[in-house]
Structure formats: structure tokens, C-alpha cells
């Protein structure tokens, strides 16, 4: 059946239905306005059922059990690996390792490449907006390896500073590793420049997907990634369930990262053989329900079209500027709405970022205060703390309405 | 909402009485929240007595957090450090005159930690000193 809706417009009232939270009352007549997705997203009811399900009927441990149960299990776990790599265009599922988070993931390939790959005094590129997740896995290595890090600086518009990469590309770096988008700023880094750049001094690239991921096409081959990190959570998935990506050839000749059942072919009294990707790095019995809810979330977003949902943001986000930007004493940060995703992060003038967010929770707004996990980005630009407000596919101009109409009751409050 | 921000703790966020660093000191402690990055530090003047005689904070940090330090440190004036070590997480809210939820109770404790670490003469403020 033919839409009558243009291809590139969502339904989001369609959309809100699917997420029982959203009619969550947070206190007596206040509906909940869910302004929070950057830090984790809300969950479909085709996501939680598929769990459910799961559990009702088809629950076993995967991968030796003979038993239908667990050939179903197995076969459901696999599937929604399936389902993953197509959505991010891999060339086999097998390059798609389940891990627990985004977190995880830069953890897998700092332990296991970075310490096979690299020595001491060798260059690692990272950024100054990234997320702690993609800082300190690289400050543990290299207090373990002596490794040199240099930072692409973020100009005042919230851009990284691309001519300044191009300079540090001349230390011949071994790695760059970068987020695809802030999660503080909102900006989407010029993935594919950032990555062809590398490659020309033959580094090796790792890109925090958490915000990308969720929100627009990532076609690993386009880019031409060597390892891409996401979490489940953060695109109507469960939490508990992340995902590495890499180039097989990178990880085929990786060492091993957590030993243990699964991930091995054969052990002996005093050795073992690795299994084969993925399993070398799937050690212990997996995350195996929230696994087969992350697919359940492919599949969701994959239905409504990831270009849709970042028309539908990008539409969500430039009102929401246009309307803080209006608010006397509100500043907002990171770049112009065509340069960013549906994040909004700002201040406002006489009222600490937690004041905030305390009172717009009275109006049932649910945003996030503090340094969202990138503390050397706020000191860059010389925060202690911002408010921020996210927005995702089921969210509404109705709703940035009330997020406004809640910071002037801040205001009266502060008397500012 | 309203009785969160009562009058008095926007009042004490906005005009502090106790703001400043004293130095010298005899004593001085500083700490974060490393929840949302607030900071703060405070400077005490004993006596020959052994009670406090002038008390300063500094740093930022929420209107809750602020507000705490300001009446807190108002509150220990003129007492002996035995008094300022027996001050608990139930004394601060009563200050406040708030019910606090657990994320906030953090923000509004911050300023006891903080003291406390410092009149115990602690190399680090621990949470087990306002429980």
C-alpha cells in the first residue's frame, strides 16, 4: 500500500504510540516531554516484545546445545547479527562482535590492537570533544605504552579543526580515533575526509558511532572504516548490547581480548586456539535476549527509513535553536543546525545547569545537566556544566514548545 | 518544585554571606562532585579555644550546593571542632528546610564533606563522613 505521507516526513504520532513511556505521567497530570535520548532512548513495544518473547519461548544458551531451544536461541542470536550488519552495510556478519556498550567496544580494540600494534612513542590522534569513552581506554594505553597523543583542536563554533589535523597527520600517527557525533555539540564530523586523510598516512581509524549510528545512514564501506563502535541502547535497542565493527583483515590477525568459554576453537591443559570471528571475541554466554532486542530495533528503525528519522531531527533541531536562541540569557553551543544532530546543549546566565533540569522535571521535561561525559570539551570552553536537550524520532515541535515554556518558569524562579 | 527553591536558598545562592578564601587558614579542604563537576573549598579560623572563629567557601556549583555551604558555614560559628564533627546529613536538611531526592542529597552534602574532611584533617573527603 502507497503512503499518501511524502517519503521523507514521519508519522510521529504513529511513532509515539509504539513507546508505552511516552504516556508515562511523571507526577499527577504532567505527561512525560523525553528530551534525554542522546544518553539512552526510549524502547518500541516491537523491542520489548521481541525480549519477552524471547524469554517466554525460546530462552536456552546458544551456540553447543543440541536441543531446539537452543538451535532456536542460536538462530535468533545470529539473526539479529545479521540484521546489524546490514544496517551499517558490512561485508560479512561475521566483522559484527557483540559486546556489552560503545564503551566496550573502544575497549576491545585498544587491549587487543593497540596493544599488539602499537610501541612506544608512537602517535595516536584523538579530539577534543570527545566522550570519556573514547578518552581514557587511549590514556590507559598509553601510560602503558608510552604513547604520544595529540588532540584535533574544536574551534569556537563547535567545528573540529580540520587544518590542524593536517598538520598533526605529519607526526605519522598509527591512529586516529574520533566521534562521528558530539555528543555535547551535536556536530557531525566530516567522517569520510577525517578517515580518507588517515588512511593516506596509513593510520588506523576507530570512530565512536554511539550518536551516528542511531540517527543517520553509516554505510562502514562508503566510509571505508576500520572499526566502528555503538550501542543498542541509544536506537530503541536494550542496554547491555553493543557493537564492534572492524575490517576483517584487522581483526583476524587481532589477539584474543577476554578468555573464556565460546571464544575459543580448542583447549588443552596449557593452551587454546582462538574460534574464528566473531566468537574469538565473544567470550562467556553473551548478552543473548538483548541481542535479539537490538535486532528487534534494526528492523524498527530500518521500517520508518534512517534518512526519515534525520529529516525528522533535523527539522526538530533547527526550531529548537530558533527558539532558545530567543530566550534572553540562554546561550546556546556547538554549531548552525545544518552542521549538527538533534542535540541542543546550553546554559543559562545566573542558574547552574543542575538548578535547570530540576525545574523543568517539575514540567515533566527530562533532559540531562552536567558534563555529559566530556569534561575537557566543557573546560574548553570554559563550562562547568550545561543543559542538554536531545531529540530522537518521537519527538515533537510541540514538545521543544514546552521545553521553552519551562525554561521562562526557571527564570522567574532565578529571578533573572 | 516551589519549596525546593524556597526564598531562602535562592536568597543565600545569589547573595552569599559567607563567600571568600581566607588566607591563612588553619584549615582548608577542597573537593568535587565529580556527578556534575561542581567544586568547592573551605577555609576555617580557629581560636586558642579551639572554635571556629571565621569560616569561607569558594568554588561553583548548584543553587543547593551553594546555598548548603552558605548556611552551613553560618551555622559553625562560635562551635569547637568536636560540634562541627558531629554535624550530620539530617542537620543540613533541616537547614535547608528540603526534602531531597538521592542525586540532589549529593549537591546539598558536598559543603559537610567538604568541612569535615578538613577538621578531620583527611587526605580525601569520603562519602562515609555525611551518612
Redo the contacts between chains.
Keep these: 500500500m502507497k503512503s499518501l505521507v511524502p517519503a521523507n516526513v514521519l508519522n510521529v504520532a504513529h511513532i509515539r504510540a509504539d513507546f508505552p513511556i511516552l504516556e508515562r505521567e511523571v507526577r499527577p497530570g504532567v505527561q512525560v516531554v523525553y528530551l534525554d535520548s542522546t544518553a539512552t532512548s526510549q524502547k518500541p513495544w516491537q523491542v520489548i516484545e521481541a525480549m519477552d518473547r524471547f524469554y517466554r519461548e525460546s530462552n536456552a544458551n546458544i551456540h553447543r546445545g543440541i536441543h531446539l531451544l537452543a538451535e532456536e536461541s542460536t538462530a535468533m542470536y545470529e539473526a539479529a547479527r545479521v540484521k546489524i550488519a546490514q544496517l551499517i552495510n558490512a561485508p560479512s556478519a561475521r566483522q559484527v562482535i557483540f559486546t556489552r556498550n560503545t564503551t566496550e567496544a573502544i575497549n576491545l580494540v585498544a587491549y587487543s590492537w593497540g596493544r599488539a600494534n602499537l610501541h612506544a612513542g608512537d602517535v595516536v590522534i584523538l579530539t577534543e570533544m570527545e566522550h570519556h569513552s573514547n578518552l581514557v581506554p587511549w590514556y590507559m594505553l598509553a601510560a602503558e605504552l608510552e604513547l604520544r597523543l595529540e588532540f584535533i583542536p574544536v574551534t569556537p563554533q563547535g567545528m573540529l579543526d580540520l587544518e590542524k589535523y593536517r598538520q598533526l597527520l605529519k607526526l605519522s600517527p598509527r591512529l586516529v580515533a574520533f566521534t562521528h557525533m558530539s555528543n555535547v555539540l551535536g556536530t557531525v564530523n566530516p567522517a569520510a575526509e577525517i578517515i580518507h586523510l588517515a588512511h593516506l598516512t596509513e593510520a588506523i581509524v576507530v570512530v565512536d558511532g554511539a550518536q551516528s549510528v542511531p540517527h543517520f545512514p553509516v554505510d562502514v564501506q562508503a566510509l571505508d572504516l576500520d572499526f566502528l563502535a555503538f550501542s543498542g541502547h541509544k536506537m530503541c535497542g536494550p542496554t547491555g548490547i553493543g557493537v564492534l565493527y572492524g575490517r576483517k583483515s584487522l581483526l583476524d590477525a587481532m589477539p584474543p581480548f577476554l578468555g573464556g568459554g565460546d571464544m575459543i576453537k580448542k583447549v588443552s591443559l596449557r593452551s587454546f586456539t582462538p574460534n574464528e570471528l566473531p566468537h574469538k571475541f565473544e567470550a562467556g554466554t553473551p548478552a543473548i535476549a538483548e541481542a535479539i532486542g537490538f535486532g528487534a530495533a534494526v528492523d524498527y528503525l530500518q521500517g520508518i527509513g534512517l534518512e526519515s528519522i534525520a529529516a525528522h531531527e533535523q527539522e526538530i533541531i533547527s526550531y529548537a535553536l530558533e527558539r532558545l536562541e530567543e530566550i534572553p540569557g540562554v546561550m546556546v553551543y556547538g554549531p548552525t543546525a545544518e552542521y549538527k544532530g538533534g542535540v541542543a546543549s546550553f546554559t543559562l546566565a ?6 535547570v533540569a ?2 523543568l522535571d ?1 514540567d515533566g521535561v527530562a533532559v540531562r ?3 555529559h561525559c566530556a ?1 575537557p570539551l ?1 573546560e574548553k570552553f570554559q563550562l ?2 550545561t543543559t542538554r536537550a536531545s531529540f530522537y524520532l518521537y519527538n515533537t515541535v510541540e514538545e521543544v514548545d514546552k521545553l521553552v515554556h519551562a525554561i521562562y518558569r526557571v527564570k522567574k ?3 533573572t | 518544585m516551589d519549596d525546593l527553591y524556597r526564598e531562602l536558598i535562592i536568597d543565600r545562592y545569589q547573595n552569599p554571606l559567607y563567600r571568600g578564601m581566607l588566607e591563612p587558614n588553619d584549615i582548608t579542604f577542597e573537593d568535587a562532585n565529580p556527578l556534575c563537576g561542581d567544586e568547592l573549598r573551605i577555609d576555617l579560623r580557629v581560636d586558642v579555644n579551639g572554635l571556629v572563629r571565621e569560616a569561607a567557601f569558594s568554588g561553583h556549583g548548584c543553587a543547593i550546593s551553594q546555598a548548603s555551604a552558605d548556611l552551613l558555614l553560618e551555622s559553625i560559628l562560635g562551635k569547637s571542632l568536636d560540634e562541627v564533627r558531629n554535624i550530620t546529613k539530617e542537620d543540613i536538611l533541616e537547614m535547608l528546610g528540603i526534602e531531597l531526592g538521592p542525586v540532589r542529597l549529593k549537591c546539598a552534602l558536598l559543603s559537610l564533606k567538604v568541612l569535615k574532611a578538613g577538621v578531620y584533617g583527611l587526605g580525601e573527603a569520603d562519602d562515609n563522613l555525611v551518612e
Design positions: 545566573g542558574v547552574h545547569a543542575h538548578d530540576q525545574i517539575a545537566a552536567g558534563h569534561m566543557h562547568n556544566a524562579i532565578f529571578r
